[in-house]
């Protein structure tokens, strides 16, 4: 059981607008900021966005992020192939003093 | 470019010791935490600990402390995840990464391959 809950699978057709949602507590989520990773099959997660909404240099604009209160969301516009993959989010957690991780939710392009 | 590469798979029994490594190149090794995170077959991302490069100072989550042992050698470049002792249960893939500490927020930014390790008789 992760501590932070995303739906475990999404799927939505090529060149359609896909969100996953990511959702956790004051500890974490509420107090501190949100990733999001994608990682594709057999590969190292890399980072999408990063402190709630930010696109690290490189990443599509198709890719964007939100967080409201104590949840998060990843959008993903402008679906294609390539996308499919598995998303997870992460945050600080201020009672482990480290990071927490969603259960990852793997997205199918139909 | 910043790069974190692991060791690769292991094969062990139970009671068996072992330990991976994960290189860090492109970037000031010392200049980062880097994190142990593991992943169980068809579970979750459990954050395990992280290392100071500069002074191996360690922080363990309560879960793996006294499990498993965080080093690493800045000469080298190279973190490390020990155990003892292995069990079953220790079947997973592992991940170092690379820990982000920005205007007093912390985050990871990159990611090793993963290593997978199999424990069984």
């Known amino acids: 059981q992760s501590v932070l809950t995303q739906p475990p699978s999404v799927s939505e057709a090529p060149r359609q607008r896909v969100t996953i949602s990511c959702s956790g507590s004051?500890?974490?989520?509420?107090?501190?900021?949100v990733n999001w990773y994608q990682q594709l099959p057999g590969k190292a997660p890399k980072l999408l966005i990063y402190?709630?909404?930010l696109l690290p240099s490189g990443v599509s604009d198709r890719f964007s992020g939100s967080k409201s209160g104590t949840s998060a969301s990843l959008a993903i516009s402008g679906l294609q192939s390539e996308d499919e993959a598995v998303y997870f989010c992460?945050?600080?957690?201020?009672?482990?003093?480290?990071?927490?991780f969603g259960g990852g939710t793997k997205l199918t392009v139909l | 470019e910043v790069q974190l590469v692991q060791s690769g798979a292991e094969v062990k029994k139970p009671g068996e010791s072992l330990r991976i490594s994960c290189y860090g190149s492109?970037?000031?090794?010392?200049?980062?935490?880097i994190t142990w995170v593991r992943q169980m077959p068809g579970k979750g991302l459990e954050w395990m600990g992280r290392?100071?490069?500069?002074?191996?100072?360690?922080s363990y989550s309560p879960s793996f402390q006294g499990h498993v042992t965080i080093s690493a050698d800045k000469s080298i470049r190279t973190a490390y995840l020990q155990w003892s002792t292995l069990n079953a249960s220790d079947t997973a893939i592992y991940y170092c990464?690379?820990?982000?500490?920005?205007?007093?927020?912390?985050?990871?930014?990159?990611w090793g391959q993963g290593t997978l390790v199999t424990v069984s008789s």
């Open positions: 990464a690379r820990l982000r500490t920005l205007t007093g927020t912390t985050d990871i930014d990159y």
């Open positions: 492109g970037y000031s090794f010392t200049g980062y935490w």
């Open positions: 290392i100071d490069p500069r002074d191996s100072y360690t």
């Open positions: 004051s500890s974490n989520i509420g107090n501190n900021v």
């Open positions: 402190y709630d909404d």
């Open positions: 992460a945050a600080w957690d201020d009672s482990l003093n480290g990071p927490v």
